[in-house]
């Protein structure tokens, strides 16, 4: 068993650049993070690729998603990365700067407490809300609502999690903010209560 705390947990096999990891962070066997932060207690597990994403707090993201879905230069002449990656192919030639600052400007923000199920697709410039859902091998193509769940090719919202005022007072109270003293307290009543009973007695 894995025991996590303030600095993050990286597997051997994963590659972590020019990113920021919170407290109680997990990054997984043969994931990928670059030019990203995320927030802590969020994970994600095998072989999953994050670049150019801010990921909140409890981000609960499975296997083989990919955060970033590199965009190819689709209005050139050419889709080919020799076209942008030109130091690779041709002696003297510099990459193309201002393709790849384009492309770090489609950034990915993803909310607080959120679900990425396994093999999902989050393509660039979508910002995902809390306690959002995306389901197994969906491909994200719109911004999902605060609490939306989100499945398919591409992905379209099924339903809510909760009602308006459920999701409202959520968002305010914001438990994702406490400390590590207080989630630990309140943990038999994240287990135990409904979600009516733990705003009740959480809720400001």
């Not at 150019?52 to 889709?79: D, Q």
């Not at 990656?85 to 002696?91: K, T």
């Not at 790849?100 to 909310?111: E, K, L, M, V, Y």
């Not at 979600?195 to 959480?202: D, G, N, R, S």
């Amino acid at each position: 068993m894995t025991r996590l705390g303030e600095q993050p947990c990286i597997h051997p096999t994963a590659q972590v650049s020019n990113s920021t990891l919170g407290r109680y962070t997990e990054i997984g066997a043969g994931c990928h993070v670059s030019r990203s932060s995320i927030g802590d207690y969020s994970y994600c597990v095998e072989n999953t690729q994050i670049a150019y994403a801010t990921i909140g707090k409890f981000a609960n993201i499975a296997s083989h998603a990919r955060i970033y879905a590199s965009m190819h230069p689709m209005e050139r002449a050419s889709l080919h990365h020799f076209t942008y990656r030109s130091a690779w192919y041709f002696e003297g030639e510099q990459d193309d700067q201002e393709f790849f600052d384009w492309r770090a400007g489609q950034g990915i923000s993803i909310g607080h407490d959120t679900w990425i199920g396994h093999g999902a697709v989050i393509m660039p410039g979508i910002t995902i809300g809390n306690g959002a859902i995306i389901g197994s091998n969906a491909v994200v193509t719109k911004d999902v609502a605060d609490f939306g769940i989100a499945v398919g090719v591409p992905a379209r919202t099924i339903k809510q999690r909760f009602t308006d005022d459920v999701a409202s007072r959520l968002d305010a109270m914001a438990w994702w903010d406490w400390d590590h003293e207080k989630l630990h307290e309140a943990l038999p009543d994240f287990r135990k209560l409904g979600i009516e009973a733990f705003l009740e007695k959480y809720a400001p």
